[in-house]
C-alpha cells in the first residue's frame, strides 16, 4: 500500500507539471550527482562513513539528499535519494567495495556463466529484493518525510546492460572488452541475466514509489559502449519491459531513461513509454526534439488517443561549470533557447564531478531560472 496519503503536501510540483508536457512558468531543474563528492559537507560525513554504510543508513542517506536542496534552497526543483545502482548486483549476492579515488570494485566479478550460480543468490528459496534492499525503500521514505514538500522525490535504478557490465568487468572500464566478449561469447545466458535484473529492477522501482519516490530514473550510463545493432539486442529490449510494467503499476510516476552515449538509438528509445529522455551534451537540443518527434508520428500511446509530448531532459556539458561564470550563463542561455519553454527539465548533460565548484553549480541553477522565466513569459 503506497504511504503517499502520509506525506507533507508537495509545494512545488514544476518538475511533476513539466514531465507531464504542461506548460510551466519556468524549466524545472535538478542534477545528477547533485548529492556527492563536490559539496563539502558530503566529503565530511564520507570521512566519517564508508560509501555502502551511507546507502544502508536511512538517517545518513536521508541526510546527504537533503544536503543540496539545503545549500542551494529555491534553486533545485528535485531531490535524488541517495544510494547507487550497484545495490542491485550486491543484493544479488555481489561483494562490492567503494575504493576512494577508483569508484566501485567487485570481490569475484562474473568470469563464466558457471559463476551466475556460484556467486548470484536472487534465486534462491526465500530471496526477496523487498527484504534486500528495504533500507533504501526507509531511505526513500525518511527523506520523503524531511524534505517536507519542498521538492519532489527520485528513486533510480541502474539499466540492466550497465548493471550487467559492472558485474562481469568487476569496475568502470575503459573497453569494457570482458563485458562485451561476453555477449558474444555467452549469448543465451547474457539473455537470461539480464532478464534477471530486469524483473528485479521492476520489484525495486515499484517498492520506491510505494516507499514515496514520485518519479523514477533509469541510469544506462554505459549504453555508448553498444552500437546500434547490440543496443537493440542487449539494452532495449529490458528497457522496454522496465518501462511497459512500470507504466502499467505507477502510471503518473514520471519515468525517465538517460541511455548515455546512445543517441543513435534515439528513436528507437522515443517510442518506448518513457515520460522523459535524458540527453547527453553530445546532441544538439533542436535535433534531438525533432527526431524524437518524428519517431513518434503515428504512433500513439495516451488513452485518450493524444501523442505523448515530447520532454527532453538535459544536457549542458558538465565541464562547462569549470568556465568562468559568464560563460556558465551564456551557455544555460544558448540551451534554454534549444529547448524551449515547454517539454523541457534543465540537468547537466551527466553528473557532477568531484572537483567541480558548488558555487559554480549555483551560477547555473540561477541562469535556468533567470533564462526560463523570461522565456517562458514573452
Ligand atoms: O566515494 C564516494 O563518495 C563515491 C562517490 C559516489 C556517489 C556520490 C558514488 C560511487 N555513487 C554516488 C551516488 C550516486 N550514484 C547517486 C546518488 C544520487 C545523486 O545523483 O546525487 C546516483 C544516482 C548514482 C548512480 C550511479 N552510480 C551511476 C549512474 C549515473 C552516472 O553517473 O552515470 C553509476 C554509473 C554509478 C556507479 C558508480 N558509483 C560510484 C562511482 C564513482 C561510480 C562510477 C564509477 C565508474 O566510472 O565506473
Known amino acids: 500500500m503506497p504511504h503517499s496519503v502520509e506525506f507533507p503536501e508537495l509545494v512545488n510540483d514544476l518538475y511533476l507539471r513539466a514531465a507531464r508536457g504542461e506548460k510551466v512558468e519556468r524549466t524545472p531543474v535538478w542534477c545528477m550527482r547533485q548529492a556527492g563528492r563536490y559539496l563539502p559537507e558530503f566529503r565530511a560525513m564520507r570521512a566519517e562513513h564508508n560509501f555502502f554504510k551511507v546507502c544502508r543508513s536511512p538517517e545518513l542517506a536521508t541526510e546527504v539528499t537533503v544536503q543540496p536542496i539545503d545549500r542551494y534552497e529555491g534553486l533545485l526543483d528535485a531531490a535524488i535519494i541517495f544510494s547507487d545502482i550497484l545495490v542491485i548486483p550486491q543484493a544479488m549476492g555481489m561483494d562490492i567495495e567503494m575504493v576512494p579515488g577508483k569508484g566501485p570494485v567487485f570481490g569475484h566479478p562474473l568470469r563464466t556463466p558457471s559463476d551466475i550460480e556460484a556467486f548470484l543468490v536472487d534465486t534462491k528459496p526465500g530471496f526477496s529484493i523487498d527484504v534486500e534492499l528495504k533500507y ?115 502510471p503518473d510516476v514520471p519515468l525517465t531513461v538517460f541511455a548515455k552515449g546512445a543517441h543513435y538509438a534515439l528513436e528507437e528509445l522515443a517510442v518506448l513509454p518513457f515520460d522523459v529522455i535524458s540527453l547527453d551534451w553530445t546532441i544538439d537540443p533542436v535535433e534531438a526534439r525533432k527526431r524524437v518527434q518524428k519517431a513518434r508520428e503515428g504512433v500513439e500511446y495516451n488513452a485518450a488517443g493524444r501523442r505523448r509530448p515530447v520532454v527532453l531532459q538535459g544536457n ?62 514573452s
Open 136 to 250: 533504501v525503500y526507509d531511505a526513500i521514505t525518511m527523506a520523503r518525510h524531511r524534505l517536507a514538500g519542498r521538492v519532489p522525490l527520485f528513486g533510480f535504478i541502474g539499466a540492466p546492460w550497465t548493471l550487467l557490465a559492472y558485474m562481469i568487468e568487476g569496475s568502470g572500464s575503459k573497453t569494457f572488452s570482458q563485458a562485451k566478449r561476453w555477449l558474444w561469447k555467452y549469448p543465451k545466458q547474457t539473455h537470461q541475466l539480464l532478464e534477471r535484473i530486469t524483473n528485479l529492477s521492476i520489484r525495486f522501482l515499484i517498492g520506491q514509489v510505494n516507499a514515496g519516490a514520485q518519479m523514477l530514473q533509469v541510469f544506462d550510463s554505459w549504453a555508448g559502449e553498444l552500437g546500434p545493432q547490440d543496443f537493440s539486442t542487449f539494452a532495449l529490449p529490458y528497457l522496454k519491459k522496465i518501462a511497459e510494467e512500470l507504466k502499467a503499476h505507477c
Open 316 to 377: 549542458l556539458d558538465p565541464t562547462i561549470l569549470f568556465a568562468d561564470p559568464e560563460i556558465i550563463r551564456l551557455r544555460t542561455k544558448e540551451m534554454i533557447e534549444k529547448f524551449g519553454s515547454t517539454g523541457h527539465i534543465a540537468n547537466l548533460g551527466h553528473g557532477m564531478m568531484p572537483d567541480h565548484d558548488p558555487e559554480h553549480l549555483r551560477v547555473f541553477l540561477e541562469s535556468v531560472k533567470d533564462e526560463s522565466t523570461k522565456l517562458c513569459c
